[in-house]
């Protein structure tokens, strides 16, 4: 059964980068079928796609974020990692990292991290 | 993007009740609409994919419907483990976008 866990600091400084890496277990970061994915979450709201990266690297990323979002993958750890730069208050969520397929739905979802920033 | 419009913002329900919660697409999305529930402290869990499949293991009661650019979530004889959010989702055209959510309480 595929599993996701993400991990990383849960306090980020203003202006600093954001870093997470999700730890994928159960399967194979490498299925060509599979895209990687974070999405976040902020207090009390709805949910937004952050970007996507599939086993040979290849890259989406939203529109609202692209300047300053940075998704890799290392197929031989079985991970995938986010770096967000220049973060605010307004960064401040529940990020979260998932799979999906082709069109498919994001299934499954790691458990989620607060990552708070504040001074 | 595609905006994606979900209503109603809050349901409240009786344990029995049947339930409907739409979400209306800004554009066509073919059949490429999602239904998660959200329960406090959880990560989303798909119910239902594909507008109208129902995800392996999700009871029978929650069902899936599309009519143009108009989805629709139904929920018959609500338990009380039912009583969470829900979001729709779009996975036609990146970025993936999502409803706002429906918070399903307890009347």
């Known amino acids: 059964q595929l599993q996701l866990h993400e991990s990383g600091p849960g306090l980020v400084r203003p202006s600093a980068t954001l870093s997470l890496t999700c730890t994928v277990s159960?399967?194979?970061?490498?299925?060509?079928?599979?895209?990687w994915d974070w999405l976040r979450q902020a207090p009390g709201k709805g949910l937004e796609s952050i970007g996507t990266?599939?086993?040979?690297?290849?890259?989406y990323y939203n529109p609202s974020l692209k300047s300053r979002v940075t998704i890799s993958v290392d197929a031989s750890q079985n991970q995938f990692s986010l770096k967000l730069t220049s973060v605010t208050a307004a960064d401040t969520a529940v990020y979260y990292c998932?799979?999906?397929?082709?069109?498919?739905?994001?299934?499954?979802w790691g458990q989620g991290t607060l990552v708070t920033v504040s001074s | 993007d595609i905006q994606m419009t979900q209503s109603p913002f809050f349901l409240s329900a009786s344990v029995g009740d049947r339930v409907t919660i739409t979400c209306r697409a800004s554009q066509s999305i073919s059949s490429y609409l999602n239904w998660y529930q959200q329960k406090p402290g959880n990560a989303p869990k798909v119910l239902i994919y594909g507008a109208s499949s129902s995800q392996s293991g999700v009871p029978s009661r929650f069902s899936g419907s599309v009519s143009g650019t108009d989805f629709t979530l139904t929920i018959t004889s609500l338990q009380p483990g039912d009583f969470a959010t829900y979001f729709c989702?779009?996975?036609?055209?990146?970025?993936?976008?999502f409803g706002q959510g429906t918070k399903l309480e307890i009347k």
């Open positions: 998932a799979r999906h397929t082709s069109r498919g739905p994001y299934d499954p």
């Open positions: 989702q779009q996975s036609y055209s990146g970025p993936y976008t």
């Open positions: 990266i599939n086993y040979d690297g290849r890259t």
């Open positions: 159960g399967g194979s970061i490498r299925d060509t079928s599979d895209f």
